[in-house]
Nanobody
C-alpha cells in the first residue's frame, strides 16, 4: 500500500510555470509506474504524463513540449514541471501509482491515487 500526497498547485497566469510534487509514503515507489492526471470541472479525469520505473515517459498531446515529469526514487517523489501554462490547463491534478514498473496512460491501470491539487490559470 502506498499513500500519495500532491502539492504545489495554485493560481497562475497564462505563460507562467508551476511545479507539482507528489510524495509517496508506505513503501518505495521503486518498481511502480507513476503518473499525473487532471480533472477539469464537469469533465472526466484525463491522462497528463507518466514515467516508468526507468526512463520511459509519456505525455498527452495537450501538454507535450510544455510539461515534464520527473521521478526520484530515492526521495520517493514524482514531480510535474508545467511551463507555458494556458487557461485550459486549469484542473485538479492527481498523482497516481501502479503496481507495475511500466508507464500507462489509462486511469484504470493505476492502483493508488493522491488527493489532488488545484491549478488555476487565468488569462
Amino acid at each position: 500500500q502506498v499513500q500519495l500526497v500532491a502539492s504545489g498547485g495554485g493560481l497562475a497566469q497564462t505563460g507562467d510555470s508551476l511545479r507539482l510534487s507528489c510524495v509517496a509514503s508506505g513503501r518505495t515507489i521503486s518498481g511502480y509506474g507513476m503518473a499525473w492526471f487532471r480533472q477539469a470541472p464537469g469533465k472526466e479525469r484525463m491522462f497528463v504524463a507518466a514515467h516508468s520505473d526507468g526512463s520511459i515517459t509519456y505525455y498527452s498531446d495537450d501538454v507535450r513540449g510544455r510539461f515534464t515529469i520527473y521521478r526520484d526514487n530515492a526521495k520517493n517523489t514524482v514531480s510535474l514541471q508545467m511551463n507555458s501554462l494556458k487557461p485550459e490547463d486549469t484542473a485538479v491534478y492527481f498523482c497516481a501509482a501502479r503496481t507495475w514498473p511500466s508507464a500507462a496512460q489509462s486511469r484504470d491501470d493505476y492502483d493508488f491515487w493522491g488527493q489532488g491539487t488545484q491549478v488555476t490559470v487565468s488569462s
